[in-house]
């Protein structure tokens, strides 16, 4: 199943180029007191949804994915956790580029069995997060702002503590995820978290569509020129492991996002780009680089 948001926040199921608009389902969604729970309550509910969502697609109106405005497939993330350098030939480019690791990040780690083994993973502001139809504005101008193209696990149940070889039952689905940075000096949690820095789409694929997601071709190309173009096989700490490593530190709630690192290949982009971005099995998107 592939779940969007789009234009007012209506919610849509997406079948080839087809949204159906299924926002009617949203009425089922309890009504929340304050202090509300962490989370995201329609991928909290998602599975006992499924009927009612295939059901409201019977009668949808349509439109064409071209021609609606993407939001987030996430509405309301609690947070968003990011593995640092989990590609060997990113490491090396960030090794090579002063620009990259400012002498901060610095991506040795010998002594340890990978980067995310020392550094951990890190958090990104929820409120970074934004669809494809939205795009990304950059906060820095004259700086080198670069995109990271990232597959975006989106997890579907609460947990803590999540052992790798139970994790994959913790997922709600997965997307298209850029982890915008400018590089710089100051913190990651800085540099990565300016309003539309993170964005997800073109929709949330459900994780039970999505095979192998330790072995997906992606890529993303800017005003047509490829720019990154890898697999997440090979990925240096994978997905089950993340989500070990984040659930030991962090309550993992529904809604949750984990970017589980770029491959080599970063760039900078400038108003007036546009990033077109793909994920086997899961889609493409183009987003939009505004001033
Ligand atoms: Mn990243």
């Not at 079948?15 to 159906?20: L, P």
Request: some cysteine; glycine content about 10%.
């Amino acid at each position: 199943m592939k779940i969007c948001r789009y234009d007012d926040g209506r919610l849509g199921l997406v079948e080839g180029d087809t949204v159906y608009d299924v926002s009617s389902v949203k009425d089922r969604l309890p009504r929340l007191e304050w202090p509300v729970p962490p989370g995201d309550l329609l991928i909290e509910r998602l599975d006992e949804l499924k009927p009612a969502l295939l059901a409201a697609k019977a009668n949808a109106p349509t439109r064409k994915l071209g021609e609606v405005r993407l939001l987030s497939p996430v509405a309301t993330p609690a947070k968003v956790i990011a593995a640092p350098l989990n590609y060997h030939a990113h490491v090396d480019e960030s090794l090579a580029d002063a620009q990259i690791h400012n002498n901060v990040h610095v991506a040795h780690y010998e002594g340890f069995k990978s980067p995310v083994a020392k550094f951990g993973v890190f958090l990104k502001s929820a409120q970074s997060v934004v669809g494809a139809g939205e795009g990304v504005r950059i906060a820095f101008p004259g700086r080198r702002n670069d995109h990271e193209v990232e597959l975006a696990v989106v997890i579907g149940r609460q947990g803590k503590d999540i052992p790798a070889r139970d994790a994959m039952s913790y997922i709600a689905g997965y997307c298209i995820g850029l982890d915008m940075t400018v590089r710089g000096t100051e913190d990651r949690s800085y540099r990565k978290s300016a309003d539309t820095y993170t964005v997800l789409g073109p929709y949330l694929v459900t994780a039970d569509e999505v095979s192998d997601p330790g072995n997906l071709g992606f890529s993303i190309q800017v005003n047509g020129e490829m720019r990154q173009n890898a697999n997440t096989r090979d990925l240096i700490t994978g997905i089950a492991e993340l989500i070990e490593i984040a659930s030991h530190v962090y309550t993992l709630y529904p809604g949750d996002v984990i970017m589980t690192g770029t491959p080599e290949g970063v760039g900078t982009v400038q108003p007036g780009d546009v990033m077109h971005a793909r994920i086997e099995g899961i889609g493409t998107m183009d987003v939009a680089v505004r001033g």
